[in-house]
């Protein structure tokens, strides 16, 4: 059974920094894609950041230049690490696994920025 598992989420005031981890376990290919998406209240969910199998990204582009994402393939984890924060990024955010084209979320995780 497929388990994908976010941490890291929390509290940080503007212009601070988080770290997001995803891990997926129970899964018997290499995702072609990990990645992160995120929706605050009353908006639509929106891509943040995505890597394919072959290490090539993509970004919103408000996220640009201050997040960065990365995997660890031999582990199946994806890590999204975030550096001077806004209020606007804060959200319930979600990791997605592509399996076999299938798209697996995880549950999220929450990151508030306080101004």
Do not use: H
């Not at 497929?2 to 770290?19: D, K």
């Not at 990990?34 to 290490?55: C, D, F, K, L």
């Not at 990204?57 to 990365?70: I, L, P, W």
Request: glycine share 12%; charged share 15%; hydrophobic share 35%.
């Amino acid at each position: 059974q497929v388990q994908i598992v976010e941490s890291g989420g929390g509290l940080v005031q503007a212009g601070g920094s988080l770290r997001l981890s995803c891990a997926a376990s129970g899964i018997d290919f290499t995702p072609e894609l990990m990645g992160w998406y995120r929706q605050a209240p009353g908006n639509r969910r929106e891509m943040v950041a995505t890597i394919s199998a072959g290490n090539n990204t993509m970004y919103a582009d408000s996220v640009k230049g201050r997040f960065t994402v990365s995997r660890d393939s031999g582990k199946n984890t994806v890590y999204l690490q975030m550096i001077n924060l806004e209020p606007d990024d804060t959200a319930l955010y979600l990791c997605v696994v592509s399996i076999l084209r299938m798209p697996r979320w995880g549950q999220g995780t929450q990151v508030t920025v306080s101004s």
